[in-house]
């Protein structure tokens, strides 16, 4: 059974810093492209970033581009999101998802078409 558990979440203040982690487990870490996906109160779940199986394709929503990193390990079974310059708008629940793919280079941008969910962590920007 695929499982994923985030991490490092917590409180900033504006214009801060936070590294989120997911860590897979029950299964082939290398067989998933992975996204990183939150939702704020009131509003719908959205997809903030996403990389394909190897690495070296990306996908960022608008307001994370330029200041959202994605990467992974598949040697440590791992996705990361390295979040600089924080707004008080990033303030929300932050989930990795996994979708099991068949091509190396797919990027995953549609939420339906991811398989896992991680609970997620909570992100809270302070202005």
């Known amino acids: 059974q695929v499982q994923l558990v985030e991490s490092g979440g917590g409180w900033v203040q504006a214009g801060g810093s936070l590294r989120l982690s997911c860590a897979l487990s029950?299964?082939?870490?290398?067989?998933?492209?992975m996204g990183w996906l939150r939702q704020a109160p009131g509003k719908e779940r959205e997809l903030v970033a996403a990389?394909?199986?190897?690495?070296?394709?990306?996908y960022y929503e608008e307001s994370a581009k330029g200041r959202f990193t994605i990467s992974r390990d598949n040697a440590k079974n791992t996705v990361y999101l390295q979040m600089e310059r924080l707004k008080s708008e990033d303030t929300a629940v932050y989930h990795c998802?996994?979708?099991?793919?068949?091509?190396?280079?797919?990027?995953?941008?549609?939420?339906?078409?991811?398989?896992?969910w991680g609970q997620g962590t909570q992100v809270t920007v302070s202005s």
């Open positions: 029950g299964s082939t870490f290398s067989l998933y492209a």
């Open positions: 990389i394909n199986r190897i690495g070296g394709r990306t």
């Open positions: 998802a996994a979708d099991r793919s068949s091509s190396v280079l797919q990027l995953t941008t549609t939420l339906n078409d991811y398989d896992y």
